[in-house]
C-alpha cells in the first residue's frame, strides 16, 4: 500500500476542495506556495501531497519510469490508487462533496492528476482538472476521456516549453473538448514552468466555481 505525505492549507470549512500535484523532484510545499495568489479570497482547502518515490535532491516522483519517462504501470496505478483514497479520506474529514473538488498538477503531477480527474471511479469526478504538463499514456494506453464531459479544464501552456511542446498542447486541449469538457487556454510566453501570467489565469479560473 503506498502511503502519501501531504500537507493543508487555507480553511477547513471552506467547502470545497483544491488538488495540486508537484512536478518531478519537488515537494509537497513548492505548488503549496502559490495557494494564496491564486485563491487570494480562501475559498478552498489546499491539499498538496507529496510523491511517495524519494530522489535525489531531497524531492519526489509520483512513479517509476523507464529511460524514455514512460510511466511503469504498476508504480503508476499503485499512486493512483492512494491518491484517489487519500482524497476521498479528506473529502470526508471535512465535509466535502468530492464532486465540487479541483484537481490539477504541474509537469509529471499534471499528467497524474488528469488520470486522477477521469481514470477513477464516478464518484471521484472532480468539478475541475487544471493541467500544466503531459498527459501520459500509460502502458501505451492513452487516457479515456469519456468522463471528461461536462467538466471544466484549465490547459496552461507555454509556447517555449522545451518539456511540453506547444502543439502537445493544443492537441491535449483539443481532445478534451471533443470529449465534452469546456477547456480554457492559457498560452503564455515563456518555458516550463507556472509564470506570473498563468497563475493570473489560475485566479480567474478557480472563480467561476462557486
Known sequence: MVELAFRLDGRVDAGRLLVMLHGYGATQHDLATIAPTIDPDHRFLV?????????????????????????????FAGTLSALDALVDDICGRFGIDRHRSVVGGF???????????????????????WCCGTVVEVDDRPLDLA???????????????????????????????????????????????????????MRSWLRRFP
Open 47 to 75: 491539499l498538496s501531497p507529496r510523491g511517495p518515490i524519494p530522489v535525489a535532491g531531497g524531492g519526489a516522483s509520483w512513479y517509476d519510469f523507464d529511460a524514455s519517462w514512460r510511466p511503469d504501470p504498476a508504480s
Open 107 to 129: 509537469s509529471q503531477g499534471a499528467g497524474m492528476a488528469a488520470w486522477l480527474a477521469y481514470a477513477t471511479p464516478e464518484h471521484s469526478r472532480p468539478a475541475g482538472l
Open 147 to 201: 468522463t471528461a464531459d461536462g467538466t471544466d479544464v484549465l490547459v496552461l501552456a507555454g509556447r517555449h516549453d522545451p518539456n511540453v511542446p506547444l502543439p502537445r498542447n493544443l492537441d491535449q486541449a483539443a481532445r478534451l473538448r471533443a470529449a465534452g469538457a469546456d477547456v480554457t487556454l492559457s498560452e503564455h510566453d515563456g518555458g516550463h514552468g507556472l509564470s506570473t501570467p498563468m497563475l493570473a489565469d
